[in-house]
């Protein structure tokens, strides 16, 4: 997989998948990658990693065949330059609500011409950067056709947890104002020929989305599936 840039495989059509990690372990995001993942995400958002964090984690992650990426911050180019010079093949942006603000991260990710990164990154991965914008509010979704117009943005992620905050409605997929909002999400980005994924964290809302066109597929967080294991053997244990 290594051979080939995962920001190739995202033009390519293929289907990816991903797992989350808020733990900076690096036997953790290693087993993680070692599962057979396209690549792994360290979550700098709301997860424990820092800047400090980033070379053994992506190091570790690359050992075991998958390609790191990070959700930043911010949609700061600090943040976003950071995370790429230091072992990420691409990241994933948060906080972004309009297409200038888009456009402002894809220049962080790319040197002159095409953008303003600063040369000399510590870890710079091999192949272009890849730059998926996330969408979870209302103002992110007015302006989404702008948005995935934008050159070099390779695709769309959106946050049904701040999605469903900024809608007044439940993040279930099947709430009916959550549905309309994916849906819309969802032909927008088959339109316009990009990929686009749906938070999850368990296979089967995976595959949900997946069978809804998503080729960005995230199926687990370690976090929520150490817990989530631990509660069922428990369970089975005292059963």
Request: one cysteine or more; hydrophobic letters at 45%; proline letters at 6%.
């Amino acid at each position: 997989m290594q051979n080939r840039a995962l920001a190739e495989r995202l033009a390519g059509g293929e289907i990816l998948y991903s797992g989350w990690t808020v733990i900076p372990d690096v036997i953790a995001v290693r087993a993680m990658a070692a599962a057979g993942l396209d690549y792994v995400v360290i979550d700098l958002q709301h997860g424990a990693a820092t800047e400090h964090d980033l070379p053994a984690l992506t190091t570790a992650i690359w050992q075991a065949g998958a390609t790191p990426a990070a959700r930043v911050r911010h949609a700061h180019p600090a943040d976003i330059g950071r995370a790429l010079d230091l072992g990420c093949a691409g990241v994933i942006v948060p906080n972004v609500e309009s297409a200038g603000q888009a456009s402002t991260a894809v220049g962080a990710c790319h040197y002159p011409p095409a953008g303003y990164r600063s040369a000399g990154g510590a870890l710079t991965s091999p192949g272009g950067p890849f730059c998926l914008i996330m969408v979870e509010s209302a103002a992110a979704l007015a302006d989404l056709d702008k948005t995935l117009a934008v050159p070099g943005v390779d695709g769309i992620y959106v946050g049904p947890g701040d999605l469903s905050y900024s809608l007044g409605c439940s993040p279930a997929p099947d709430d009916p104002v959550q549905r309309a909002a994916l849906e819309q999400i969802w032909a927008a980005c088959q339109a316009a020929g990009k990929p686009v994924g749906v938070h999850s964290t368990d296979g089967a809302t995976a595959r949900l989305y997946r069978e809804n066109g998503c080729r960005l597929v995230n199926v687990a967080s370690d976090m929520v599936a150490i817990s989530r294991t631990v509660k069922t053997e428990l369970a089975a244990a005292r059963g």
